[in-house]
C-alpha cells in the first residue's frame, strides 16, 4: 500500500490522466495524433523534478498547477503547438480526484484481496480447529462455552460483510472527474461529454452523470468501509489480545525470531501483530470521522475540506491495508492451546452453567423463583468454594427438580453448545456462496 | 425522529421483542399458548415504572435487566408458570440489539422518505429556475458562469446515491440479533434455529447466519451512511449559506414570522435552517467515529463499547432527520434572486472568463504564452478597472487572433455553459429511473 | 449533573443573566431601579411556556429570542416602559454564552470536588493495600512485579494534575460575555464597559478583555481538560476490569443487590461501573472534536459551529460527571484478592524475573550474550514446563554466574521493586501539599 | 517542523536518551566512565542502518528494540563489557517516550515563537489599519459596522490565550520519562531515584514524581492545546477567506508569482495560505481526538493506544507548525480594501443601523413595540430599495422620535462603534505586559 500512495505514484497517477486527456482529444478529432504522442511521451514520472515540484507546490496551493507547468515545459521544448492541447478542458481538481481514483482502484483490489485471504485463514482456522470448547466471555467475565468455530464465525461473517460491502462501493465511488473549471467542460463546447466518455474509457473508468467535484461522498464512502473493515479486524484483534493474556493463554500469536520481543524483559512475547491492528482501530475512526467533516465543500471547490482529503484517504488506506496483513498472519500462524482452554472453562467450578440450571428450573418454578435460587447456589459456591453441582444438590428444592445424571449432563460443555454448530456451517455456506 | 427515540418506544421496542419471542416459543412448541398470551398482555410500555426502570438501571447496567424484572413481576402476578417462558433463551442484548433495530427501522424509513421528499424539491428547483445563469466559484473566488440547474444537479446526484446506498445498507444491518447468553442459544437446545425463524418471523425482520452480538459493523454501517447523509446536506446548507451572505445575495431562505431573526437587530434574517444543518455537519462525523471506535468489542459482549453506542446512534438518527427536514424547508422555499445572480456575473468585469480566452488562446500559442498574455491582461483590467475585453483589445499580440465579434461571444456566459444541460439532463432523466 | 444542564436550569440561567443585566444598568443610571425590579421579579424559570419556547426555537434559531420575547411580555404586562430596559445593550449569544458560563462554573465545581474525592479513595487504597504485590502486565503479557501502591500511585498522579488543569481552565475560560450584536457594546454607547463591569460584578464573573462571542477557544479548552480527565478515568476503569476478568481475579468492583448481574446467567458479577467510564471514554474524544472542529466560527457569530456547541458541551459534562461518580465508587468499595495477586505472580514460573536475571548477567558477559541465555534459558523453561531458576541451574554457563541464594534472592518479588516504595512516597507527598 | 519529526531526528532523540543514560550510571557509580564513553561515541544516528531498522522494527513492534540492538552491535565491537551497560535499568517506553518529549520540546519552543510572531503581526495590523471601520456580520449576514482593530483584537487575544497556554502546558507535560520495565526501576536496585534524577538532568528535563508511561494525559495535553491553537488559526482563516471573497473584496491574502492559481483559470487568485490553515483545522481536532482515545491503556504498558500515539503526535505539531507559518504569512503581508469596506457598509441602505435606531425607541415606546415599528421599516426598505432612514421618516410613530439630525448621526457608522476602541485597547496593553 505504501507503493500505492508514493509521492511519485500519485504524480504518475495525475500524468496517467493527462496522457489519457491527450488521447481522448484525439479520439474526438479536438488534438492532431502527434501532439497527443509528444503529451503522452513525457507522462512519466521519471522526468519530473519532485524538489521543484514540492517548492512550488507549497506556493501554488495544489501539485497539478506545477505539475502541469512542468509537463508543459517538457511538451513545448519538442513542439510548442502541442503544448496548447495540455490539459485542455481540465482544471486541477480533474487531475487530482481522478488521479486518487486510480490509486484507490488499487488499494481498494488490494484490500478486497487482503480480506479474501484473511477470510480464507479463518475459515481454515474453523475447519481445523472449530470445535475446541472454550469460555465465552461477556464484560470480560466468564459465560458459557462456545465452540472456537463459532467465534471465528462470528469474525468470518463480518469480513464477509465487508467482501460485499467494498464492491458497492468500488462501483460507485471510483468513477472518472472531468469537469474543468466548474463543471460545465465549458473549455471543450459541445465536445465535453464525447471527451469525457472518451477519457473515461481510456482510464477504464466509469463515467458519471455529472462531474462530482464538489460532493464528496464518493471519497468519504470509500473511507467509511475501510472504518468498518478496520473497525472488524480491531474487534478479532482484541479477541486474540485478550485471550493471549499470560493467565488465559488460549492463543498466541505465531513465533518468529526477533517478533514481539521486550527491550528489558527477554520472556517476552508480545501479541504485536495485534498491536497494529488495535493501534489502527483508534486511528481510523477519527480519519473517517475527517473525510466526512470535509464534505460541505465550498461551492464549485472547496477552502479547506477538498486539501483535508489529500493526506488522509492515503492514511486511512495504509492502516487498513497494514492491518490486514498483520491479522492474516497473526490467524495464519494462530497457536491455539487446548489445554488452557479446558482448564478455564473448569476455572469457575460449574457457575458458568448457571443459566443452563436456571432454564430447566424456570421451567418448573417461574422465573423470579429458579434465579433466585440458582443466584444463592451461585453465592454459596463462590464462598465456599465449592463446585455449583455441589451447592445445587446441598439445596433441597434445586435437589428435588434434578437427577445427578441431569446435573451431570447440565455440567457437562459439550451439551450446552446449542445451535453453534449449525451457525457456523450457514456461516461457511454462506462463504462459499461467494466464492468464484 | 423524536418520538422514534423516546424512552417510552424504546421500552415499548424491547418489549415487542419479548412479546414476539412469548409467541415463537409457542409456534416451536416450546410454551403453552396460554403462557405466551398473558406474556404477550403484558408487554406495552404503558404498564411499566419508568422511574423504577431508571434507578435500576443504573445499577444494573443495562435497561434489559430491570424490564425483564417488571415484566416477570406482572406476569407471575397473573400466572408463576408463563413466567418461566419470560426471556427464555434470550440474553440482554438480544433484546437491546433488536429493540434499537426495531427503531432503526422505523427511523431509516423516515429518512428514506425524507431523501425522497429533498429529491424531489431539488427536482422542481431545477425544473422551475435551472436555467438561470449565476457565477460558479472555487475557493470562495468566482470562477466561470454556470446555470443554477448543474449547482442543484450535483446535488441531486450526491442525494440519489444516498437513496441508493440507504436500502443496500437496512438490507444487510436490519436484522434479528437473537443468540442467548454467548450466542448458541444453549437454553433452547437443539430448537434454537426453529425459535430464531419464527422470533424473526413474528418481528417481520431477516434472519442473519449467526448472531451478531459482538460484531458492531451492522450499527456503524446505519451510522456511516446516516454521516455520508448528512455530509451532503451540509455542503448543500453551506452553498445556499453563502449564496445568502448579504453581499451575494442570490439566494434566501423562506421568510416566516419569527423566522431567523436577531434579539440585537430587528432587519436580520438569519439562515437558520442552514444552520441547523451546518451544526448537524459538524456534530455527526465525530459520532461516526465513535461508533466506528466502539467495534472492537471483547469476546461475546463488550465492555464499553456497546454501551457507548446506546446514545450515540439515537443522536446520529436525530441530527440527520433533523438536518435533512430543515433542508427541505429551506429547499422547498428558496427565494431566488435572479438580478444578484446578473449583477455578481458582471462583477468582475470579465476575469471570469479568462479560461474560455486561454482555451482559444492555446490552440494558437501553445499553452504558456497563452496563459501568460491572458494573465497580464487580467492584471491590467484589475489594475486599471477595466473590461478584461478591453485590455485584451489593447493589448497586440492578443487582438491579432480575435475579431471583436468572437470577442463579444466569449464574454457572453450563455455561451460558456459548456454541456451543462447534457449533465443536468442526465441526472434528471437517472432520478426519473428510482422513481416508483 | 443533570441538574446543572436540565431544560428548566438553561432558562434559569439566562433569566440570570438579563436580571443581572438590568440591575448592571441602573448601576450605570442607565435604567431606573423601578424597570429594574420589574424585570427582576420576571426572571424566574417557573413562570415560562417552556412548550411555545420549544416550538419558537425551531422557528427562530436560538431559545434567546423566544425567550426575552416571552420575558418582554411578562413585563410589558406590568409596566411597558420597563420593557425598554430589557436585554438592552446584549444580544442573543450573550446570553446564551453567559448563561452556559454559569452552568459550566457549577459543573467544574462538581467536576473539582468529584477529582477530590477520587484523589481521596485513591490514596486511601495505597494506604491499606499499597504493599500487596501484584504482577505488572505490559502489553497484556505478565511483566515484573510491583506493589498495588504503585499502580494506584500512577492513578493518583494523573488525577493530581487534572486537578491542577482544572483550576487553571476555569479561571481563563470562565468569563463574561458581552458585546452587544458585534462585539462593540455600541447600542450602550459611551456606557459599554461600565455596564460590562457591573454586569460580571453582579454575577460573579471576570471581566474579560473584549468580547469573545467569535473566539472559542474558551469552551474548547474546558471541553478538552474534561476529556483529560475523562481519559484517565478510563485508563483507571481499564486497568480495574482487566484485573476482574475470571482468570485473573485480582479485583473486583463493589457487590450490591442488582448491580452487575445477567438476564440469562444468574452467576454474573460484570464490571458495570467500570463499563460506564469506558463507555465514557469512547464517547469523549470525537465529542472533544466536535467542539475544536466548531471553533472556526465566521465573523462576529457563526452558522453552524456555535450551534453544534450547544447540546456536545453539556454532553461532555455530564459524561465526565458521571464516568467521576462510578469510579469513584468502584474504587471506594473495591475488592481486592490478595490470595489471586499471588498465585498469579507464580503462574510463569519465575519467567517474570527474566529481566532481573538478565541485568546480572549482563554486566559480566555483556548486553547481548546475555540476552541470549536467558532468552534461552526461558525458551526452555516454557517448554519443558520447568522453573526459570531451574532451567538456569541446567545452563552451565548461567549457573557458573550465581548462587543458588543469589538466583532464590532474585525469584522473590519483594526483592525486585526497585523504588518503588520511593515513587509512591513522592506522588503521595505531592498530594498532601495540595490539600487545603 | 518537518526537521524535527524527520526519522533521523527520531532515531538521534533516542540515542541521545541512550548517551545521557550511561551518563547518569557513570554519575551514579555504576558504570565506569569508559564504557559510558564507548556508548556515548555510538550514539550517534549517522552510524545506523535505517532500512535494517524498518525491517526489525516491522517484526518487533518498537524502533526501540532493533535501535539497541543496533547500538549494542557497535557497542561491543569495541568493548564487550560497556555493551552490558547499554539501556541499563531502561525499557523500550522509556526510549520511545523520553525521545518524543526531546523532539516535542523542540516542537513547542517553534511553535511558542510562530505565536508571538503571529501575534506581532496581528498587532501591527491593529496599530496601522485598525481604525477602519466594516461590516461585522453575524451568521453570514451583514450586523453593525464595526473597526477593523477590533476583529483583529479578537484573533490577538486568543492567540495571547495559547501564550498562556503552551508553557503551562510545556512546564507539566515535557518531563523524562523512565522507569524500566514496569516503572519500579528494579533494575538498578536502590540507585533507581538517583540515577533518574542524573539522566533528567543531563537531558535538562524536570523529573516527575513517578514514571507516568502508562498515564498519557501529557501527551494529551500537548495535543489539546495545539488544538485549540489550530481552531484559533482556523477561525482567522475562515474570517479572512471570507472576506476575500470576490463579492466582498475587503481583503486579500498578499501576490506573489507563482501563489494561489488556478491551472484552469489565469485571473483566480486563491487563498491558498487561509486553505492551508482551513484544512488543518478541519484534520486536527479528530487527531486530538485520537490521542485523547488511546489514553485509557491497558496496566503498565498499552497494547494498540501507545502505537497509536507515534504517528499521531508529530503530525498534530507538523499540522499546527504549518498552519502557523502559513497564517503569519498571509497576515504580515494582508491586503486591506478600504473602498470595498466602505461600499460593503452601504449596501443595505442603513438597514445594518436598525439595532440602533430600535435601542433609542425601545426606551421610548418599550421593547416590543420598538421592534415592531423597526422590522416594518426595515421591511418596507427592502421593499422598495429604499434607505432605512427614508422609511423611518415616512413613518408618522417613528418620525416624531427622531429629529433629522438625529437620524442623520444614527446612522453614520463612527457614532455606532460603542467600546470598541476601549476594548482594542484592554487588548494591546494586555498583550504588552506579556512582551519580554
Known amino acids: 500500500m505504501r507503493d500505492v500512495f508514493s509521492g511519485r505514484r500519485r504524480v504518475q497517477s495525475m500524468l496517467d490522466f493527462e496522457a489519457a486527456l491527450a488521447r481522448a482529444l484525439v479520439r474526438s478529432g479536438i488534438a492532431p495524433e502527434a501532439a497527443s504522442r509528444i503529451i503522452e511521451s513525457q507522462c512519466r514520472a521519471e522526468l519530473y523534478d519532485f524538489e521543484r515540484l514540492a517548492t512550488e507546490t507549497a506556493l501554488a496551493g495544489t501539485v497539478a498547477i506545477p505539475l502541469i507547468r512542468q509537463l508543459t515545459e517538457l511538451v513545448a521544448r519538442r513542439d510548442n503547438t502541442a503544448s496548447g492541447f495540455i490539459h485542455l478542458g481540465a482544471t486541477s481538481q480533474d487531475v487530482m480526484d481522478t488521479g486518487l481514483v486510480l490509486q484507490l482502484r488499487d488499494a481498494c483490489e488490494a484490500i478486497g484481496a487482503g480480506l479474501e485471504k484473511l477470510s480464507l485463514a479463518i475459515a481454515q482456522l474453523v475447519e481445523r480447529r472449530g470445535s475446541l470448547l472454550l469460555t465465552g466471555r461477556t464484560l470480560l467475565q466468564q459465560a458459557s462455552p462456545i465452540p472456537l468455530g463459532l467465534k471465528a464465525a462470528g469474525w468470518m461473517d463480518a469480513v464477509e460483510r465487508h467482501r460485499e460491502r467494498l464492491p458497492e462501493t468500488r462501483r460507485r465511488a471510483l468513477v472518472l472527474q472531468f469537469g474543468g473549471a466548474v463543471g460545465t467542460l465549458a473549455a471543450l463546447q459541445e465536445k465535453g461529454l464525447q471527451v469525457a466518455a472518451a477519457l473515461a474509457g481510456e482510464l477504464k473508468l466509469p463515467l458519471p452523470d455529472v462531474p462530482w467535484h464538489a460532493q464528496r461522498d464518493r471519497f468519504a464512502e470509500v473511507a467509511a468501509v475501510l472504518g468498518l473493515i478496520v473497525g472488524t ?85 495504509g492502516l487498513a491495508a497494514g492491518a490486514l496483513a498483520h491479522l492474516h498472519s497473526v490467524i495464519e500462524g494462530l497457536e491455539v492451546h487446548e489445554d488452557r482452554m479446558q482448564s478455564n472453562l473448569e476455572l469457575t467450578r460449574g457457575l458458568i452453567f448457571s443459566e443452563a440450571v436456571a432454564v430447566v428450573l424456570a421451567r418448573k418454578l417461574g422465573r423470579a423463583r429458579a434465579r433466585e435460587i440458582v443466584e444463592q447456589a451461585c453465592r454459596r459456591a463462590l464462598q465456599q468454594q465449592k463446585h455449583l453441582r455441589q451447592t445445587l444438590l446441598e439445596e433441597s428444592e434445586a435437589r428435588s427438580h434434578f437427577t445427578r445424571e441431569e446435573l451431570d449432563r447440565l455440567f457437562d460443555p459439550r451439551n450446552y453448545l446449542g445451535v453453534s454448530r449449525e451457525f457456523v456451517d450457514r456461516v461457511m455456506a454462506a462463504r462459499r456462496t461467494r466464492e468464484p
Chains 1, 2, 3, 4 share one sequence.
Not at 255 to 268: I, L
Not at 276 to 302: N, S, Y
Not at 303 to 315: H, N
Open 233 to 317: 479486524l480491531g474487534k478479532i484483534a482484541r479477541d486474540i489480545a485478550l485471550l493471549s493474556q499470560t493467565e488465559i493463554g488460549e492463543l498466541a500469536e505465531p513465533a518468529a525470531p526477533g517478533r514481539g520481543g521486550s527491550s528489558a524483559m527477554p520472556h517476552k512475547r508480545n501479541p504485536v501483530g495485534c498491536a497494529v491492528v488495535l493501534a489502527a482501530a483508534i486511528r481510523v475512526p477519527p480519519l473517517v470521522a475527517t473525510m466526512l467533516a470535509a464534505m460541505p465543500q465550498e461551492h464549485e471547490r472547496g477552502l479547506g475540506g477538498w486539501q483535508a482529503e489529500w493526506e488522509t484517504m492515503p492514511q486511512i488506506c
